[in-house]
């Protein structure tokens, strides 16, 4: 965007809002833990006291996704503020990360893993759980971005994209002002197309994604542009997460 244009020319603002914490290390990563759902209603409390208004609000198929939108709309409410219901949009659905995990990892080259432990990004390591740790969860990534794996029968990098612009198609097309809830993946492929990151920097953006973290994209005649990025103000620091 052409920060010399005037502001009305701004089309749609777009909230992208990462879901809360999900139960990593639990039988079904797929759920809000009690922190998650936290996060979510002090989301919904945050809108609130700012009398936000939206024109949609969207939010991906995963359950992680439609709770945490749930939450906030159902807080927000108790104070006076009416947010439209969400609207599931397949578009915002994660990546699969568990199956791409195992259709890539045995084609790359064994490494010493320096940072056994789940994925935390250095915060709130969840205690006695084992599974691959950022590094190691980089390096996958990085090599399904950069297609030097096959991927199988899971969505590839090109896919992947190519969803994630229908979304953001369907977001401009709309106009107003729309939050999504979705996922760190869907939000860093966004910021990928605002600043022209490759798909290496975009996947690495990701580890920073906190949970209920909001980043806001504006649309114009002239494209998308950034506008803030992980927005955590509506947080105490105890309460935020990466993972």
Same mark, same amino acid.
């Given at each position: 965007?052409?920060?010399t ?11 992208? *809002?990462?879901h809360?914490q999900?139960?990593?290390g ?6 809000l833990?009690?922190?998650?759902v ?5 989301l919904?409390?945050w ?21 945490t ?8 409410a ?8 969400? %609207?599931? *949009?397949?578009?915002f659905r994660?990546l ?15 490494m010493h893993?320096?940072?056994?432990g789940?994925v %935390? ?10 599974a691959?740790?950022? +590094? ?13 794996v096959? *991927? ?27 939050? *999504?809830? %979705?996922?760190?993946?869907?939000i860093?492929?966004t !910021? ?7 798909g290496?920097q975009?996947?690495r ?8 973290? +909001?980043?806001?994209f504006?649309?114009?005649p002239?494209g998308?542009?950034l ?5 955590l ?6 309460e935020? !997460?990466?993972?």
């Amino acid at each position: 965007m052409d920060p010399t244009r005037p502001h009305g020319l701004v089309t749609c603002q777009l909230l992208a *809002v990462r879901h809360g914490q999900a139960s990593f290390g639990s039988g079904n990563y797929d759920q809000l833990s009690a922190l998650g759902v936290r996060q979510s209603a002090c989301l919904g409390a945050w809108w609130a006291s700012r009398s936000i208004r939206l024109d949609a609000l969207w939010c991906g198929p995963l359950k992680r996704q439609i709770d945490t939108a749930r939450h906030l709309v159902e807080v927000a409410a108790g104070l006076g503020c009416r947010l439209p219901p969400p %609207t599931i *949009v397949e578009e915002f659905r994660e990546l699969a990360m568990d199956p791409l995990m195992q259709q890539v990892l045995p084609q790359l080259e064994p490494m010493h893993d320096p940072e056994p432990g789940p994925v %935390t990004a250095g915060h709130r390591r969840a205690p006695g759980l084992a599974a691959p740790s950022k +590094i190691v969860v980089a390096r996958v990534l990085d090599a399904w971005a950069n297609g030097r794996v096959d *991927v199988g029968s899971e969505e590839s990098f090109e896919h992947f994209e190519a969803r994630i612009r229908n979304g953001l198609a369907r977001v401009a097309a709309s106009g107003g002002q729309v939050a *999504v809830v %979705t996922s760190a993946g869907p939000i860093a492929m966004t !910021t990928r197309r605002a600043l022209g990151l490759d798909g290496s920097q975009a996947m690495r953006l990701g580890f920073s994604i906190g949970n209920s973290a +909001i980043s806001e994209f504006r649309f114009s005649p002239d494209g998308m542009s950034l506008h803030s990025f992980n927005s955590l103000g509506h947080l105490n620091q105890d309460e935020i !997460t990466y993972i």
